[in-house]
Structure formats: C-alpha cells, structure tokens
C-alpha cells in the first residue's frame, strides 16, 4: 500500500531561546520575487551544477525504478511566515528545491526560526498519458513537520520526522491535464525541539553545525498503474560456507486493488549484460525466490551488483496476457557477522573472512548545500574520494544521506555503519541510561529509528546500523539493541558508539582522541574504535568562516606534520588489530564549518595530508591480523625495572658497555601522575632524564618486524646498542607505535636507552619493543 504517513499530528515541546543572531557566514539579502544567483562563503567545483532549472535531476530511488515519473526540484514560491498562520494569499520570494532554507544554494540563505512556518509553492501538470494511473507525491526528506495541500485541501496526515522519506497520493484529487497548485507547509524547531536532530542547531558552534530546515531531499511525482507493484523488497542471501549456491529473496506489494490469480510477474537476474536466472511465470502474492548458482559474492574490491528487471502481467496464460508494470532493481550477496576467529577471537567477519574496518566518519555536509550535495557527481566523489585514499568503510554520522548516495556506495564498493539520528539530553560515560527521557522523544526516536532501517535496508553496502552515539537520548539501550536485531538481524549492531556501553550489541565500541585505543577484547563482542584522530589543520582560502577559532582534536601546522601525525597514529593500530580490534574510524573525511580535522577541505578542493603515504600504510590493513610479541614490554601493564638518572652522565652513556651501576634502579614509567595516558612507576618532575635498560631477545627480530612503543612527555630520544633509532617531538597522551624499518635484533644481549626533556606541563617517558609480523 502507498506509504502515507499515518502517525497522529504531534505538536513538538519546546521552549523558544531568543531568536538565533544572523549566521556569521552571513548571505545575500533576498530581493521579493527573485532567485538570486547567490554565491555561498565557501563554494565548491560542483555549486554551479545547482544553478539550473532542474538541480538534482537524477531519479532519486534507484532501489525501484519505474519510468513513468518527474522531478519537482528546481524554483518553488515561498513565504515564510508565523508558525500557525495559514497560506498567505502572497508569496514574496522563491526557493531552489532540494536545498534546505540555511544554505546558499536554496537562495534563501536563512534560518527558519521555531516560531515560524515555510510555505513552499508551486503549480503541477499530471501528463495526460499518465490517466488511468495512481499519481504519487514523493519527498525525499523534509526537515521537519510538513502537510501537503494540493488546491487548498489537505491531503494525507502531516508527516513528522526530517530524515525519512514519504508518500502522499494525489489520486482522486487531480486531472490530468489540468493545472494544480501544491503547496507543502512547513515547521522545523531543530534543537529548540525534542525530535532527532542530529548535529543541526539554531546556534552552530564547536561540533554542532548549521541547520537544515524545511525541503532538502528531491520531490518527484510518479505514476503506477493501478495494479501495479508498489513496492518490491529484495535480499539476497548466501552462506559463505557453501558459495556455489545464493538465494534471491523478493516480496512484492500491489499498488491500489489486490493482485488475483489472474496476475503473474516475470522476473530477469542479470550480471552486467548476461541473464544469470529467469522466472516466467511467478505467483506475485507469495515471496519469490530464485536460486543463483555460484554467486559472485559483493565486496570492496569487487563489488558485484545483479540487476533485476520485474514486469506485471495479467491474463489467464502468459500467451494472451497483458502487461500491466515493470521496474528495475538490484541486489547484491553480501554477508557480514561477527563470530570468533580460528584463535578464538571475536572479529567482524565479511563473506566469511575477517576483515578490519579501516574506515572515515562522515558526516555529509556542504558548505554551499549544508545538508544537500549540490549535485550527483559530488554526492559520488565523497564515496570515491575515500576509496581511492585505501578507506573500505564510512560511518555515516547521525545523518541519513538520500538513497543515491547508499546506491553509489554499492557501485563503487565502500561499507557503510549507518548511525540513528538521536539528539536529546545527554549522559556522561559513568551515568546510567536516562531514565526519565521525554516520552515525545522517546516516542519520535523509535519511529525513526524503524522509518530509517525499513528506508534503507534495501542497500547491500550496510553492513550495520549505530544506534546511539556518546550518550545522545540513550535510554533502553538493551531494548533499542534488541529491537534493532529484530528488525534486521543480517546486519551488525553497534548498540552504542563510544561511551557508555552496557554490553549489548556485536560490538563493543570506544571513542579515543587522538588515540588510537582499543577496549578489552571480549569473548562475543568485537572490539570497535568508533572514532580516534581528529588532527586539525587549517587550509586559508578554503575555510568556512576566518574569522571564527577553526579547531581540531590536536591542530597542526603543516601538511607534512599532519601526514607524519596520521601515519605514526595509524601504525599504532596494528599491534590492537594483533591483539584483538576489529576496526578503525578515523575523524574525519571532510572539514565541516569551523572544525578542520577533515582529510579534505569543508569545499573538497584541497586534500591535506600526503595521498600516496596513505594509500600504502591502508594497503597494509588488508588480509589476516599480523601477529603480536612482545620482545621489550613497557610498564603500562606492568612495572618493568629500568635504571635511571636526573644528572647529565656524559660519556657515551648509550653504549652497552657504558658503566650505570651508579644510577638509581627504579620501576618504569616515569613522570606526574597527572599526565594523559600515564602509568607511573615512578615520580619524576624534573626537566630531564636519562633511563638504560638491558635486555635479552631469545629469538632474532628481522628488519621490518621490530616496533617501538613509547609514550613520551616531551622530547624524546631512543637509543638502541649505542646507536640512535627514534627521536621524537613534542607530546602524546596514550602509547604510540612506531614501526622501525631498518632495525634488526640479533639474539642475545641489547641495551635500550632513552633521553626525555620537559618544558611544561605534565611529564612522562616510557618505552618498549614490540615484535608484529603480517598474518599468515
């Protein structure tokens, strides 16, 4: 049946602040009557692209595609007015559709205020080859609370909720032919509310960005034969164990009168240009299924699509039978789970192999569009963009993208963790779940939550779903964890992303800045970095607003600086992929307003660290985990006995015949027991000291194997058998890993030493050797 929101009409609680000052990218004043040309503060290589009479013109499902249809998008009349007042007789300005209200590219360039109300108009003609047909109204996201009015009259309920698409059906209430006025009313109270909001708010600062309020997803009218198929959901499946055999899943519902056994489909599976299986004659009322023989199973480096092309026939055989329908579609074998590794280890598992999620947050905003890419081509470099830099997963961050985007990532092979928008009051990592949550939100969090996974559950690139996000509206989390494994048990649940866990889900998922970090390896769960980094540089000339502090997790001052922080950041992974992590995401993919620890500018223009040293350390995560030793250990665990002094020694004191019995022998680290990441043996507040330390290595460590583990508060520098191996600068807050190319170990005896200098603030040196060789 058609899709019409049926939800009662909820008003949302909400306490109104002073009206939010003018945005300080501030736009162009809007002349009554015009669409302005209007240049954004920041542009990108694709705004143009929006300037058009038909932005964002391609179909905007491509999980169901009929050709019987026509895009909306482009000059709508606006007036934007009290809230509860009615349609204005005069609109006074336009807005370019699909582009929410705060961006320039919708050529409004404002907020819409909570005690306001945005009525979008514009006139419709239904072809008149289109009669005899049910014509639907498509929005593709409307952000938040919007009625459709067609002539005056209401049609269908409100729909509330501003990431999910909707359906209303014009049927009964046009002719064809015929001019018709449409207008949507439109309420959006973004974070005065109690809605889902995610990252949008009426006063962006920090990590919460501009608004998107009112039409930001595509609006498209389609027409569907009377008894034709309104919906068609498609799965396909496999068992990794036995590959030569895969299963297509189809469940189809009619559109208007029920299908008698009158009616029958036929169903073409193609791979590229060849029909792999084919059904003539099928019973549409009952699920339908097609075996596959050896099925090209879908992943990042091959990522295999079969398309499905499905026609509607009626008669009383297939010779005298008439056609009433046909669509397209596709589907993809994909299988992802988490269970134990042949050591025993729980790791996230695709088609049947472990694999390490290397992967990007992304948090899809534009400068020029906020929430709407200003075209396809953009939407799609984003995906690519990641690819191309060795990245296999992007987690979608508290926003829901339009279908387009989850289609590219299929085609082009990237998997994707999709959050649930949440929003609402907060919980601290040491707090209990919230148990006193406004039944409103608590209400509207679920629905969207069920609206979201049935919306997109069609894309094989999702590989799993983030229900809350660093205690934002946590409430029930194990019951949201069941429900959400209910509704769709094939894919990952990450019940709760970094903060406070409660032990549900397949993953157990911390948040580490700068990081990287990993939590206790589990006997059923996964462990999960769900976001690390966040290194900040600023690039002039392709800022979102100069003049505004633009921040990162830790700012840097140079594209060099920034690569070598990434890299001696990501080595640090594979002694935790060794031990037990399952995957990485890194923040961030882009800039997004004033916060630059993206990889690429807020306008994708400029890529900041250097593309070619990534792309070989994120070709070394492929494959098995690498194997683990520890060849020196550091004290993090356990005091290791270290000799040391706080007085210049002179000499060669880093040779392993130098003569320390003078020097104290004291437990490791050493340092205040105040510093981030610290694990103090002993205190040690001076302004330098010198630490010697012998060892015996049983089995030789080849060149490439060995690594240092170090910790260090500020300077350091590492001596191995009297020749230097590592010098180092400034400060880290957690152990770092540091892979030592040119270094060997022989068996026998070693002497390790170390020099650390501190200027300010907290204090802290400490080292070890570890061994970490590629998985076999």
């Not at 039978?321 to 729980?346: I, M, N």
């Not at 004033?594 to 040293?613: F, H, M, Q, S, W």
């Amino acid at each position: 049946m058609v899709a019409v929101d049926d939800a009662p009409r909820e008003d949302c609680d909400m306490s109104l602040a002073t009206p939010p000052s003018i945005f300080a990218f501030a736009l162009l004043v809007l002349a009554p009557g015009a669409l302005p040309a209007q240049e954004p503060s920041l542009a990108t290589r694709w705004s143009d692209a929006a300037r058009v009479p038909t932005p964002r013109p391609e179909h905007p499902r491509p999980r169901l595609v009929r050709e019987s249809w026509q895009s909306l998008n482009g000059a709508w009349d606006l007036a934007i007015v009290e809230r509860f007042a009615a349609v204005p007789e005069e609109f006074d300005r336009e807005v370019r559709v699909p582009f929410p209200l705060e961006s320039a590219l919708s050529g409004v360039g404002e907020p819409l205020r909570p005690d306001q109300r945005a009525y979008y108009r514009r006139d419709i003609t239904v072809p008149t080859d289109w009669a005899g047909q049910r014509v639907l109204l498509h929005c593709a996201a409307v952000d938040w609370e919007c009625e459709v009015l067609l002539d005056g009259q209401p049609i269908g309920r409100p729909h509330q909720g501003g990431y999910t698409p909707f359906t209303v059906d014009l049927t009964g209430h046009i002719n064809f032919g015929d001019d018709h006025e449409l207008v949507l009313s439109v309420w959006d109270p973004t974070d005065a509310g109690n809605q889902p909001v995610g990252k949008q708010t009426l006063n962006p600062h920090g990590i919460w960005y501009t608004g998107a309020s009112g039409v930001w997803g595509s609006v498209w009218l389609e027409a569907v034969p009377e008894q034709g198929i309104e919906e068609a959901r498609v799965r396909a499946s496999f068992d990794p164990e036995q590959p030569d055999r895969g299963m297509i899943g189809l469940e189809l519902e009619p559109a208007g009168a029920a299908w008698t056994d009158q009616h029958f489909v036929r169903v073409r599976i193609t791979e590229g240009d060849r029909r792999v299986a084919e059904l003539v004659q099928a019973d549409p009322r009952q699920p339908i299924r097609i075996t596959i023989a050896r099925p090209k199973a879908w992943s990042p480096e091959d990522p295999q699509l079969y398309g499905i092309e499905l026609s509607l026939h009626v008669g009383e055989n297939t010779a005298a039978a008439r056609q009433l329908d046909s669509v397209r579609s596709y589907t993809a074998f994909r299988h992802v789970a988490v269970h134990p590794d042949p050591a025993g280890v729980p790791r996230i598992h695709l088609n049947g192999e472990p694999r390490f999620l290397l992967g990007l947050l992304d948090q899809g905003f534009w400068p020029d569009g906020i929430y709407t890419a200003p075209s396809d081509a953009a939407l799609r470099f984003d995906i690519g963009a990641a690819k191309e830099l060795g990245f296999d997963t992007l987690r979608k961050h508290v926003k829901v993208e339009p279908e387009r985007w989850y289609h590219h990532c299929d085609q082009l092979g990237i998997l994707v963790l999709q959050d649930i928008v949440g929003g609402g009051a907060r919980i601290r990592p040491d707090q209990a779940d919230l148990e006193n949550v406004d039944a409103h939100y608590a209400r509207r969090f679920e629905q969207e939550m069920r609206a979201t996974m049935q919306a997109l559950d069609h894309y094989p690139s999702i590989v799993g779903w983030v229900v809350f996000n660093e205690g934002w509206g946590q409430h029930e989390t194990a019951r949201y964890a069941k429900l959400a494994n209910d509704l769709d048990p094939t894919r990952i649940i990450d019940a709760v992303s970094g903060w406070a866990d409660r032990g549900v889900g397949d993953l157990y998922d911390m948040h580490n800045y700068p990081g990287p970090g990993s939590p206790p390896v589990e006997k059923q769960r996964a462990a999960f970095l769900g976001e690390f980094g966040g290194f900040g540089l600023v690039e002039q000339g392709h800022l979102w607003n100069p003049d505004r502090r633009n921040w990162g997790y830790r700012n840097l001052q140079t594209r060099d600086e920034l690569t070598d922080r990434y890299v001696d950041c990501l080595n640090g992974l594979f002694p935790l992929w060794a031990k037990g992590l399952s995957g990485a995401i890194y923040t961030q993919l882009t800039d997004v307003e004033i916060e630059v620890n993206g990889l690429y500018t807020y306008d994708r223009a400029v890529l900041k660290p250097d593309a070619a040293r990534l792309k070989a350390l994120h070709a070394r995560f492929r494959g098995a985990p690498p194997q683990f030793s520890e060849v020196l250990p550091t004290s993090q665990s356990s005091a290791q006995t270290w000799r040391m002094t706080t007085t210049e020694p002179g000499g060669d004191w880093t040779a392993t015949d130098f003569d320390d019995s003078t020097w104290k022998s004291a437990p490791g680290g050493f340092g205040t027991a105040n510093t981030p990441g610290a694990v103090v043996g002993t205190r040690w507040d001076g302004q330098q000291i010198w630490l010697r330390r012998a060892f015996t290595v049983d089995q030789a460590v080849p060149a490439g194997a060995a690594w240092l583990s170090i910790h260090h508060d500020e300077d350091a520098e590492v001596y191995l058998d009297g020749q230097r191996i590592a010098a180092f600068d400034g400060w880290t807050s957690s152990y770092l890993m540091v892979p030592l190319p040119e270094v060997a170990l022989s068996a026998g005896a070693h002497t390790l030493a170390v020099h650390c200098k501190q200027t300010d603030g907290g204090q802290f040196v400490d080292v070890g050797i570890l061994r970490v060789e590629a998985g076999r």
